[in-house]
């Protein structure tokens, strides 16, 4: 059944229009209000498929009646059609539109036009409500595929750190005197590049690449990597290949960040005495100057096999000697910065 609310302050209106209503168009119920307030909280309440609105009413007149029906967002879709006095019709109608209405009825009614501009209201509702309930199941659809897409980049992102847990594991196996070094470096690194305000996809970057910087080092035997003393310029060569052999390892994994060129370059020192390839200043990536601070720094201050642990003063004493030669003046600053202020320490 259509519910259509009739608002006219003249009962005896109501009457006229309820008898031809029952007439001419059964399949409506007919709800009524004898003042534009009344009519409000009727079409709040009840929300009716079509409303008539008599203009000339004391207190709220039809037209304030339309402008705030319109204005509210629970009745804005209800249509309105204005009943309009015969003899001012232009007027009335354009001041109608003015407010909103939806369409017209002359006064006195007549039955036939009632009957088409209630029907044609009617369908203008239907094809309405319509079109909002298939808004609405769009609308469901997209959050619940935009709620699927984020469950599987989780899945995907909490894949990508277990991978690169076992990557770092795997070298840590075979090389034990710099287990967890690479995991106290990720975490130093990224607190660098969080002082520098580096963004936040460049410092996922780095804590990637920084957890799994020396991955290479599995090509290097083991008698090399935790010899105690010095070792031969054969061994250094070899050593030397690690940043390389780290960063084709990687190649295969397309990662959101440039987490080989990172790895490649992470003994790279800014004026040229780095290796593998001697790079300069700003052939250098940020991110892999930031990993390189933090590498040296935790290297220094942690137990090596061929020395004891030379603790976090030594640390910051070797970059401070180096800023602005072989490190970066910033990422230097910023990690001294960070240790005498307190505000980092390595977990043991
Ligand atoms: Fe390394």
């Keep these: 059944m259509n519910r259509i609310l009739a608002i006219d302050d003249k009962a005896d209106n109501l009457v006229v229009l309820r008898a031809m209503m029952r007439m001419l168009l059964p399949e409506c119920v007919l709800l009524q209000a004898l003042s534009g307030e009344e009519g409000l909280r009727i079409a709040k309440e009840q929300r009716p498929d079509t409303i008539l609105l008599d203009i000339f009413m004391p207190g709220m007149d039809g037209y304030e009646t339309t402008m705030r029906l319109k204005a509210d967002p629970e009745t804005a879709s209800i249509p309105v ?49 319509a079109l909002k309930t298939k808004m609405d199941v ?38 034990p005197y710099t287990a967890g070094h690479q995991v106290r470096c990720a975490s130093l690194a990224l607190a660098l590049g969080n002082e520098l305000r580096l963004d936040p996809q460049q410092l996922r970057g780095i804590h990637m690449a920084a957890r799994i910087h020396d991955i290479g080092k599995i090509k290097i035997p083991s008698e090399i990597l935790s010899k105690p003393g010095k070792i031969t310029p054969l061994e250094f060569s070899l050593i030397k290949e690690h940043p390389g052999v780290g960063e084709a390892i990687v190649a295969p994994i397309v990662f959101p960040w440039p987490v080989g060129r990172m790895i490649a370059q992470h003994h790279e020192r800014i004026d040229g005495t780095g290796y593998p390839k001697g790079l300069f ?7 892999a100057k930031v990993i390189a601070v933090a590498d040296v720094v935790e290297a220094i201050s942690s137990y090596r096999p061929y020395r004891p642990a030379l603790g976090i003063d030594a640390a910051l004493q070797e970059i401070e000697n180096g800023i602005g030669t072989k490190y970066d003046p910033d990422a230097v600053r910023a990690c001294t910065a960070l240790f005498r202020e307190n505000r980092f320490e390595f977990d043991e």
């Design 138 to 175: 769009l609308e469901d659809l997209v959050e619940q595929r935009t709620k699927e897409l984020k469950e599987s980049a989780n899945r995907l992102a909490l894949t990508l750190d277990q991978t690169i847990s076992v990557l770092a594991n795997t070298v840590e196996t075979k090389d």
């Design 281 to 287: 200043g700003d052939d250098i990536l940020m991110e």
């Design 81 to 129: 059609i204005l009943l309009t006095a015969a003899e001012n019709t232009a007027a009335n109608r354009t001041a109608g539109l003015k407010v909103g209405a939806d369409a017209f009825l002359s006064k006195p009614i007549e039955e036939e036009e009632l009957v088409a501009q209630v029907r044609a209201m009617l369908r203008v509702k239907e094809s309405e409500t």
